[in-house]
Structure formats: C-alpha cells, structure tokens
C-alpha cells in the first residue's frame, strides 16, 4: 500500500474553533483528496489538488480550505467547526502512471468530534 | 447527477459459499472503476482498479467485471471466509479530467459466518 499518514488520528474540538487535518503522502502522488464519511452518505469529496498549490472544490466544500505547498503534504482547514462537520475525514492520493494508473490509496482517517 | 449504487446493502453467508457484489453507475463514460474494502473504524483498502478499455481483473480469489454499455460492475468472491467480513465499496471514475471524479457507492456490507 501507499505511504499515506494522517494526522491527528483522533480529536475533540469545540464549536467555533479552527481545526486543521494533515495528509502526508511519501508516494510523490502528483493528486490528493480530502472525503468526509458519514452514515447514510457514504464517501463525499471536499477538497482535490492537482498539484502543488493547485486545488478544487469537490461535493461539500462549504467550511471547509485546504492548502498544498509541497507535493507530499494536503492540510484541510476547518476555518470555524460546525456539530456538522463532526465526521470521519480521510485523505486519498494517486499517479496517473504506471500499472497502477489512476488508483486512489487512502490513509487511515481521522475521527474528528465537534462538541 | 452521476450516481453509483450497490446492490445488496448488506449480505450473510455461510464460509465457503462464492459470492456477487453488484455495482452500478449512471453514466457509461466512465475512465475507471475501483473496488476497495474498508473494515471497521479502518480505512480504505483498493482491491481491484478496472481500466474503461479492461473487461475484468483478477486478484487471488476476487473478479471484478466491468461492462459499460449496461453502466454495470461485478465484484466476485471465490470460496469467502469469515477474514472476507468487511463494507466493499466501488467508485466510479466519470470522465478524464483534473478533478478524477470519483464518486463512491454506498457499499455492501458483507458477513461471511464460520
């Protein structure tokens, strides 16, 4: 598998407070995702990047930014925390070459709480 | 909207019975198709990744099948055992461009029983 970390792994926030996720990838995966997953709604798209300092806003971008200033690292902000964004958070990346053209690695997410 | 489904939502058997997970998507201009399994409180596991020009692969005892035309995949399982328990979600790739739509299906959730 790919070397995709998270962090933090876990974390209790309170309502209003800014709160930042960290990818790291050491694959040199030139495209990196940012999905929330919820009961019921299944993996949903917040942030993509194309490339360093290139982003986009996917599905569910609202309170939600995200930064890429080196290949290997994606940081998704939560400018103020919503009880909404309570949600497990997961960071994907892939290649466009190779065998494995186009297949998305995940890490192993993020269970955050918003109190 | 482009939308993919998994039929069943969730599924028992007993060991050693084979077995068919159901995908399917709206749209037939896909790039990929891409079978993974996440465990509980875990992440995502990529099992099988289909190419739009492949109509299956295999791995061990996984198929997954691809047919377009009828916006249809299969994800078969030979001869499942109890480690075989876990959410199998597909995602669909539509189109070729920057943003690599994937969109994910709900997933099936399978118990496999010793």
């Known amino acids: 598998d790919a070397g995709i970390t998270q962090s933090p792994r876990h974390k209790v926030t309170e309502t209003g407070t800014p709160v930042t996720l960290r990818c790291h990838q050491t694959?040199?995966?030139?495209?990196m995702y940012w999905y929330r997953q919820d009961p019921g709604h299944g993996l949903r798209l917040i942030h993509y990047s194309y490339g360093v300092k290139d982003t986009d806003k996917g599905e569910v971008s609202d309170g939600y930014s995200v930064s890429r200033s080196k290949t290997e690292d994606f940081l998704l902000t939560l400018e103020s925390a919503t009880s909404s964004q309570t949600s497990v958070y997961f960071c994907a990346s892939h290649s466009r070459g190779g065998t494995s053209y186009n297949e998305q690695f995940f890490g192993p997410g993020t269970r955050l709480t918003v109190l | 909207k482009q939308e993919v489904t998994q039929i069943p939502a969730a599924l028992s058997v007993p060991e050693g019975e084979n077995l068919v997970l159901n995908c399917s998507f709206t749209d037939s201009a896909i790039y990929n198709l891409q079978w993974f399994r996440q465990d509980p409180g875990k992440g995502l596991t990529s099992l099988l990744l289909?190419?739009?020009?492949?109509r299956e692969q295999t791995s061990g005892r996984l198929n997954a099948s691809l047919d377009k035309s009828s916006g249809r995949s299969t994800l078969y399982i030979a001869a499942s055992q109890p480690g075989d328990s876990a959410t199998y979600l597909c995602?669909?790739?539509?189109?070729?461009?920057?943003?690599?739509?994937?969109?994910f299906g709900p997933g099936t959730r399978l118990s496999v029983l010793p």
């Open positions: 694959e040199n995966h030139r495209y």
């Open positions: 289909i190419q739009s020009s492949q």
């Open positions: 995602a669909v790739v539509f189109g070729d461009n920057y943003g690599q739509n994937f969109v």
